[in-house]
C-alpha cells in the first residue's frame, strides 16, 4: 500500500499534522488537499485535541501546490480546473480549527506552501530553511491570502520584494522581518513549537479559542469598531464566570509566574 500523505499525531492536547510526500517536498496535490481539510475538521471535532503543529516530512515544508499534477491536463483543460479539487476543503478545514495552529517551518515553504504556514497562527522555523513566493514566476496570481496577509504582516514594501522578484527569504531574515516568530535548530524545531503550543492548551477551555477569534475577526476593523466590539465580548464572557473562579485562577497564575523563569534568562 502507499504511505498515506498525511501522518497525523494526536498526544493530547495537542496534534501534531505531518505532510507525507516527501519525494514531491510535499507538494499539495489534489489528495494532499483533502486530507488536510478533513483532518483539521477531525481535529476539530475532537475535544481533547486544542493546538495544532503543522510542519513536513523529509527536507521539505511544502513546496507549494503540486504543478506537476496541475500540468498533466490535457489541450484546453485549464490549471485552475487540475488545482481547484479540496482547495476549499483545505483552506476552510485550517480556518475551522478554533485553537493555535503552529507551523514548524523545516525546509522550503514556497507559494502556497509559504500561504499554508501564514494561514496558521504563528510560524516556527528551522535554521537552514526559506519561504518564496513564485506566483509572479509561475504566471499565477495568489488566491490564498499571501497578497493580503504577508503585507500586514511585514509591510507593504518587503511584501512586494518578496513577491515581486521570486526570490527567497532566508530563515534568519524571515525571523528579523518578523515572518517567523522563533528561529529554532533543525533538531529541536517541532519540540518547541509543540512546547508553546502545550503552554496555550494549558489556558482555560473555551476563553483561549474566544481570544484568538477576537483577535483575528478584530483585526479586519477600524479600531474604534474593534475596541468597542472587544469591550462588548468582554463584558457577556465576564457575565459567565464567578468571582470565586477568577479568584483560584488569579491563584493559578501567580503560582505559574513563581515557578516559571522569564523568557531567555539566565536562570
Not at 483539521?40 to 507549494?64: M, N, S, Y
Not at 487540475?82 to 476549499?88: A, D, K, N, R
Not at 504582516?153 to 518578496?162: D, F, Y
Not at 529554532?184 to 512546547?195: G, H, K, M, Q, W
Request: with cysteine.
Amino acid at each position: 500500500m502507499p504511505a498515506p500523505v498525511l501522518l497525523v499525531e494526536r498526544d493530547a492536547p495537542v496534534a501534531i499534522v505531518r505532510l507525507n510526500r516527501p519525494e514531491q517536498m510535499n507538494a499539495l496535490s489534489a489528495e494532499l488537499r483533502l486530507a488536510l481539510g478533513a483532518a483539521f475538521r477531525e481535529l476539530e471535532d475532537d475535544p481533547e485535541i486544542r493546538a495544532v503543529v503543522v510542519t513536513g516530512v523529509g527536507k521539505a515544508f511544502c513546496a507549494g501546490m503540486d504543478l506537476k499534477e496541475i500540468g498533466s491536463g490535457e489541450e484546453g483543460v485549464s490549471g485552475y480546473e487540475l488545482s481547484v479539487t479540496g482547495q476549499t476543503e483545505m483552506r476552510e478545514g485550517i480556518a475551522s480549527f478554533s485553537g493555535p495552529i503552529i507551523a514548524a517551518v523545516n525546509g522550503a515553504a514556497a507559494t502556497a506552501g509559504f500561504e499554508l504556514a501564514l494561514a496558521c497562527d504563528l510560524i516556527f522555523v528551522a535554521k537552514g530553511a526559506r519561504f518564496l513566493d513564485t506566483h509572479a514566476r509561475i504566471g499565477i496570481v495568489p488566491g490564498w491570502g499571501l497578497s493580503q496577509r504577508l503585507p500586514r504582516l511585514i509591510g507593504i514594501a518587503r511584501a512586494k520584494e518578496i513577491s515581486l522578484s521570486g526570490n527567497a527569504v532566508p530563515a534568519e531574515r524571515a525571523y528579523e522581518w518578523g515572518i517567523a516568530n522563533r528561529l529554532c535548530e533543525p533538531e529541536t524545531l517541532v519540540d518547541e513549537a509543540r512546547a508553546l503550543a502545550l503552554d496555550m492548551a494549558s489556558c482555560v477551555p473555551g476563553v483561549m479559542e474566544s481570544v484568538k477569534r477576537l483577535i483575528d475577526e478584530g483585526y479586519s476593523m477600524h479600531l474604534d469598531e474593534a475596541l468597542a466590539w472587544e469591550l462588548q465580548v468582554g463584558i457577556e464572557s465576564s457575565k459567565r464566570i464567578s468571582s470565586a473562579e477568577i479568584g483560584q485562577r488569579r491563584e493559578s497564575v501567580m503560582a505559574r509566574g513563581r515557578d516559571r523563569p522569564a523568557p531567555d534568562s539566565e536562570s
